[in-house]
């Protein structure tokens, strides 16, 4: 097969669907801090803006696997993760903005950030948390979130120059200088990503730990990166674009998101039931909250819809080879997962004053509408497929 | 074609070499020094071994757990690189597979010895009985054990005994005599027709399928025999995937000493090559670091969750009296693997081979800082003892690796050690001939690619990593 470049044109009913998404997201967070609703509002913040980011850095994590797996079916739909690269610097802004103003107005992570916890004149004063000022502090704290996200920014910045000098360089330096930076990439982010997941997100109940919670994090930020992927080619292909691409391709996606809904499930009953058996009051409080009516139902709910729907859904060989199929089981596992950080954010946040509505919906579509928005604005300004990556050739004549 | 058969069924069908026969000897020694202690301990109880009141759990569980884990190697070779496409398995899935089997067979006979009474082993399984309703306790991840180890030892002799049917045959066809009859009777006369071929390519995915998710599931069922429980040091979330990992990670070890020794003592240095090295060097790398990783978390943790028992466990294990066990550990497993991030040193047999054991012997290091460290002080201070070893303890565990040895010798005796059907096969995809029939089809010249397995551009690639196994 002769490969036929492809250009992809950001216009249209996406981008105005898109656009309008964006100003739905603004509405409804300024009404929700209009209505006095900060709590929640911030809440729905820290929640959208995690994902957007954890989604971003899925698409750095998936090509630099690829490269360093050496891995060539998926070739032909690289820009895809690598056009996720691209939402990173706003993706970390916004996250920085959104930590500082929270932290700067007392509304994120007051649980531990309140000087009165770790002075014992005060009546407010926690051993607990006393304790873990050395490393739970605001500078460190913030340095370290932004540190982090520098660090892997400037990777995933790194990997996408890369294969678009190769587009016009072509020959094999950009790929080999790509396998090294993958590597280094690898190691640095899975050694980091559990400490930023601690920090964001598990530091939102201070007092309760888990060994497991940022991998936890990881398998959540990897299945739904992965679906994410899923949805952008499957999506694009139905409208006619991304003609390499094969069912043979689809199917390995549908694999992929398959294989490691599983592995979700697995790190999420691991943990789950092992707090549980062992019932250790220090321990059990953060599935106790979760269990209590408020949220009992959602619990439950996220877990079937990000394991039994995926599992089921993708079983046969068949369902995993059909466009639509695959389409829609990825936004199902995108969606599924916004309800897995619902569940890690909000009892953490609210408390028992739950509550899921306008804001709730409003907030994740402007987020995904601001994540479609810039990703496929990427996506338009290089060609859809990487021709001169060597792998190109293995790629187009993927047959499974 | 025939040059594969013949270099594979060489050391089935003609006289064992000199080397054979030492390390035979060699690890039929180690057997009998097992039957020795294990007799012994079975006719006397496991009193036999070091174990006191505080310490109820020591050498025992530690090299049961470390064999278990060595097993995993062979069942993610056969099983998840095979769902992954990774061809490169092809010439290493054979011993690999029955490594797993032996190891778990090793372990196995920790949990006999370990029993009281040996002869009552189906005790552990939940049958109906006279005794009224007494059954297994369903709670304990003991039993969980009996269910995830005996799963999984079938599922690995099913997977590594039908990938062995068409190499049998091979044998078979060229054997005379006794060993016709033999070899004739376990080829369950395969035939090598399209349909023989179909169903075993049908079998072997869904075996792959079976199998993957009880590489997971084994290893994560052993953790919670320990993690489980409140015990500190025990009892932590990260446990199932960081046991699996570490179970991969040693297992890696285990296969990569003995293709090494394989290679030489069977002439086999153009089927099991250093590219195949070097990729389970990256492995060995990937794991080593995903459980320092744990390493780092555990500790991270202890001191960040404040809860002071937590602290002392992992303060005891870094500087109490088994500092020298906790610090072997960490050089052994946390920083020998990221040496291999040097091509040079991964590509290096001498090296290589050194790492493998010092692996080896930190993930065994590991298990017992795990379980001894945490046990040795509890909650009583007043109770506060070390663990001695007796020869007993030592006997079991030195004559174990015997066990294994000798089953491994006679096993590359007996049947062929590397898949020669499936090393056909990628020989047939990759050949000068396949090439050219792609190349006349698309006016294009592809050459194979030894990193992925698959074809590329010739004209645009002059990318060679490692050494090619064409």
Known sequence: MQLQNEQYEFSGKT?????????????????????????????????????????????????????????????????????????VPLAAILLTVVLAVGLGTHQLYHHWADPALSNPESPSYDPLIAGKTSYMNVPLFMLRVVGFMAIWGFFAWKLRQF?????????????????????????????????????????????????????????????????AIGLVVTSLKEKGYFTAVNENHIHDIGKFVFAFSIFWAYIFVAQMLLIWYANIPEEVTWFY???????????????????????????????????KTVKYVCLL???????????????????????????????????????????????????????????????????? | MHDI???????VEGKPTKAWWIGFIFSFIGLCLWLYSAGYTMTVGIGAWGLNKTVGWAWDITSFVWWVGIGHAGTLISAILLLFRQNWRNSINRSAEAMTLFAVICAITYIITHMGRPWLFYWALPLPNQYGSLWVNFNSALVWDVFAISTYFTVSLLFW??????????????????AKKIYGFFSLGWTGSVRSWVRFEAVCLILAGLATPLVLSVHTVVSMDFATSLVPGWHTTI?????????????????????????????????????????????????????GCAYLTELFIAWYSGVEYEQYAFLNRISGPYWW??????????????????????????????????????????????????????????????????FYDVGVFVGSIGVFFTLFMVFIKFLPGVAMAEVKMLLKNSSEAAKKRMAAKEGKTYRFSPETGGVVIATTTTAKKGENHE
């Not at chain 1, 729907?309 to 079983?315: E, R, W």
Request: glycine content about 6%.
């Open chain 1, 163 to 227: 294969s678009l000098k190769e587009d016009f360089e072509g020959g094999l330096r950009y790929f080999k200088k790509g396998i090294v930076y993958s590597a280094i990439f690898c190691a640095i982010f899975n050694f980091t990503f559990p400490l930023f997941a601690f920090d964001v997100i598990m530091s939102l109940e201070p007092h309760w730990f888990s060994t497991m919670f940022g991998w936890y994090n990881l398998a959540a930020l990897w299945v739904s990166g992965l679906a």
């Open chain 1, 289 to 323: 909250k979760r269990w209590t009516e408020t949220y009992k139902f959602w619990f439950w709910f996220s877990f079937v819809l990000n394991f039994f729907a995926p599992f089921m859904l993708f079983m046969t060989r068949d369902s995993k080879r059909k466009l």
């Open chain 2, 161 to 178: 005994y039908i990938g062995l049917l068409p190499d049998i045959a091979t044998v078979r066809d060229r054997a005379k005599g006794v």
């Open chain 1, 333 to 400: 596992v995108i969606v599924a997962h916004w309800f897995d950080l619902y569940m890690m954010v909000m009892p953490g946040m609210m408390g028992t004053g739950r509550k899921f509505g306008y804001l709730e919906l409003g907030t994740f579509l402007g987020y995904a509408g601001l994540f479609t928005f810039m990703a496929l604005t990427a996506l338009s300004k290089a060609p859809l497929y990487a021709k001169n990556h060597p792998y190109m050739e293995e790629s187009l004549h993927h047959h499974i």
């Open chain 2, 325 to 390: 066990a906790y610090w072997i550990m960490m050089t052994c497993n946390v920083i020998s693997p990221q040496l291999m991030w040097f091509k040079k040193l991964r590509t290096n047999l001498a090296f290589t081979f050194f790492i493998s054991i010092v692996v080896n012997i930190g993930m065994w290091f590991e298990r017992f800082v795990i379980i001894v460290t945490s046990l040795h002080r509890d909650w009583l201070p007043s109770s506060w003892v070390m663990f001695h070893p007796t």
């Open chain 2, 5 to 11: 058969t013949n270099d594979i069924c060489k050391p």
């Open chain 2, 239 to 291: 446990f199932p995937p960081y046991f699996v990992a570490g179970a991969i990670f040693s297992g890696f070890a285990m296969v990569q000493t003995l293709l090494l020794v394989m290679r030489k003592a069977m002439k086999l240095e153009n089927y099991i090559t250093l590219y195949h090295i070097e990729l389970m060097n990256i492995i060995i790398m990937v794991t080593g670091s995903i459980v």
């Open chain 1, 15 to 87: 981008r105005t669907i898109s656009l309008a998404l964006i100003a739905v997201g603004v509405i409804c967070v300024a009404v929700g801090f209009l209505t006095g609703d900060t709590e929640r509002t911030w809440a729905n913040l820290l929640l959208n803006n995690y994902y957007m980011v954890l989604i971003a850095f899925a698409g750095v994590m998936y090509c630099a696997i690829q490269y360093v797996a050496q891995a060539g079916w998926g070739t032909n739909i690289l820009r895809v993760p690598q056009a996720f690269m691209s939402v």
